[in-house]
C-alpha cells in the first residue's frame, strides 16, 4: 500500500483509497501493509475455499504475519468465518488421528485418539452409524473381516445385502438412505438423523399424511 497524500493505495487493485475505508487488523504496518476492504476478504475467502492455511498471512509479499478470524467479522459471512474457525481447529490435529465421516453428504472430522478400540460408532454431526475400524457406514450384521473381503469376493458383495432388505421389504429414509427394519408399532417413524418417515411408502411424513401403499 502506498501513500498517497491523505489516500491509500491498494497493493492489490492499486485503487486510491481514503485512509478510513482501508482494512486494519493492528498488526502489520498500517501505511506499507494496509489493503482495501474488497480485496483483502477475496484473498482470504480464496485460500478458505483452497483449503490453504499455510498461506493466511497478509498479501504483502515481505510479510507473513498470520491473519486471524477475528479481524474479518465485518467483512465475511458467517458461514465463511466458521469455516476458516474448523480449519484452524483441524489444523491442531494430528494427522495420524483425523479421519472423517464416510458420507459424503456429511464428511464431518472426527478423532482417533486409539484410547480404546471402536466399531459401531455415531457420526455427532449427521448422527449416522458407521464403522470405526473399517471407516465406511455401519455394515450390520457382517464382521469388518468378513466386510474386508466382500471388497474382494464376489460372495460377499452389497448384492446379498439389497436383495435381503428388498425381501425383508425394509424401507429407507429418504433423508440420509440409511435401511430401517420395522418389527413393531405404526407406520410413522424417526430414524437417527432426525427425519420422519412413513414406512410403508418412504416419503417424509408429514402431519395427516395419508399413505397409499401398505406393507402391514
Known amino acids: 500500500m502506498y501513500r498517497r497524500r491523505h489516500n491509500l493505495v491498494c497493493g492489490i487493485c492499486l485503487d486510491s483509497k481514503l485512509v478510513s475505508e482501508v482494512f486494519k487488523d ?11 476492504p474488497d480485496c483483502i476478504s477475496k484473498h482470504v475467502e ?3 475455499r483452497d483449503n ?3 498461506n493466511m498471512t497478509c498479501p504483502d509479499p515481505n510479510c507473513f ?6 479481524s474479518f467479522h465485518a467483512l465475511l459471512p458467517r458461514e465463511v468465518i466458521d469455516r476458516w474457525e474448523i480449519m484452524r481447529c483441524e ?4 494427522w495420524s488421528e483425523r479421519f472423517y465421516c464416510p458420507f459424503k453428504e456429511c464428511s464431518g472430522l472426527l478423532v482417533n485418539d486409539g484410547r480404546e478400540v471402536v466399531t459401531s460408532a455415531e457420526c455427532p ?3 449416522r452409524l458407521f464403522c470405526a475400524q473399517c471407516k465406511v457406514p455401519w455394515h450390520a450384521d457382517m464382521s469388518c473381516g468378513k466386510f ?10 452389497d448384492d446379498n445385502f439389497f436383495k435381503l432388505a428388498k425381501s425383508k421389504k425394509w424401507q429407507k429414509c429418504p433423508r440420509c438412505c440409511m435401511y430401517v427394519q420395522k418389527t413393531a408399532g405404526c407406520i410413522h417413524m424417526i430414524c437417527r438423523c432426525g427425519c420422519d418417515f412413513c414406512y410403508s411408502c418412504g416419503m417424509m411424513y408429514r402431519e395427516g399424511h395419508k399413505c397409499r401403499r401398505s406393507f402391514w
Open 125 to 127: 454431526y449427521c448422527h
Open 148 to 157: 474386508q473381503r466382500s471388497k474382494k469376493d464376489p460372495e460377499y458383495s
Open 52 to 54: 490453504d492455511l499455510f
Open 91 to 94: 489444523s491442531m490435529i494430528d
Open 46 to 48: 480464496t485460500l478458505i
Open 65 to 70: 504475519i498470520e491473519l486471524e478470524p477475528e
Open 26 to 36: 493492528g498488526k502489520c504496518s498500517f501505511y506499507d501493509h494496509a489493503f482495501c
